[in-house]
Antibody
Framework: EVRLVESGGTLVKPGGSLRLSCAASGFTFSAYTINWVRQAPGRGLEWVSSISISSSYIYYADSVKGRFTLSRDDAKNSLYLRMNSLRAEDTAVYYC??????????WGQGTMVTVSS | EIVLTQSPGTLSLSPGERATLSCRASQSVSSSYLAWYQQKPGQAPRLLIYGASSRATGIPDRFSGSGSGTDFTLTISRLEPEDFAVYYCQHYGRSRWTFGQGTKVEIK
């Protein structure tokens, strides 16, 4: 079964840091671009970051650029999102999603990040 | 930066009725990179349509997509009870993914 499983979400104070993980199974992880998409409570979907095959290209939304760092470990079939200088507006469910040819075809179940004092 | 505007915000319909959802781009976009997703409460989004009109694996044929340029449409020919959800359009371009704000299809 093709699957993505996120972990690492929790309650963190403003200004704090957190690392999210996304574990892949059931497909050749190294052959795909993987993305993070977030959804604030009661809101729509917002793309956060993408990492291409071999980590050749990494892109960030303006809202997180300079604060978030995306990386991948193809040997472990895993993706990591390091989040620094967290703000209240970063509160959201964070989804990892497999991307290719302009579509996100596989999504994880999401992990909740709450930034609050 | 491309902005996707979906309308209406909410669509109130009965099971068996036809649903027509609109997605308008702020500038012309490639149909190849226009997709639609369905999201139910507490669940992750699910890919429905890609390339503006191709159904994803396992998606029933009551779902169809059309359009080009700046205007795209998702049609659900006959609403089933499980189709009441929020629908998002999405565009990929210049290494960025953009989503519309969503249309909620609710039971009338």
């Amino acid at each position: 079964e093709v699957r993505l499983v996120e972990s690492g979400g929790t309650l963190v104070k403003p200004g704090g840091s957190l690392r999210l993980s996304c574990a892949a199974s059931g497909f050749t992880f190294s052959a795909y671009t993987i993305n993070w998409v977030r959804q604030a409570p009661g809101r729509g979907l917002e793309w956060v970051s993408s990492i291409s095959i071999s980590s050749s290209y990494i892109y960030y939304a303006d809202s997180v650029k300079g604060r978030f760092t995306l990386s991948r470990d193809d040997a472990k079939n895993s993706l990591y999102l390091r989040m620094n200088s967290l703000r209240a507006e970063d509160t959201a469910v964070y989804y990892c999603a497999r991307g290719g040819l302009g579509r996100l075809d596989i999504w994880g179940q999401g992990t909740m990040v709450t930034v609050s004092s | 930066e491309i902005v996707l505007t979906q309308s209406p915000g909410t669509l109130s319909l009965s099971p068996g009725e036809r649903a027509t959802l609109s997605c308008r781009a702020s500038q012309s976009v490639s149909s190849s990179y226009l997709a639609w997703y369905q999201q139910k409460p507490g669940q992750a989004p699910r890919l429905l349509i890609y390339g503006a009109s191709s159904r994803a694996t396992g998606i029933p044929d009551r779902f169809s997509g059309s359009g080009s340029g700046t205007d795209f449409t998702l049609t659900i020919s006959r609403l089933e009870p499980e189709d009441f959800a929020v629908y998002y359009c999405q565009h990929y371009g210049r290494s960025r993914w953009t989503f519309g704000q969503g249309t909620k299809v609710e039971i009338k």
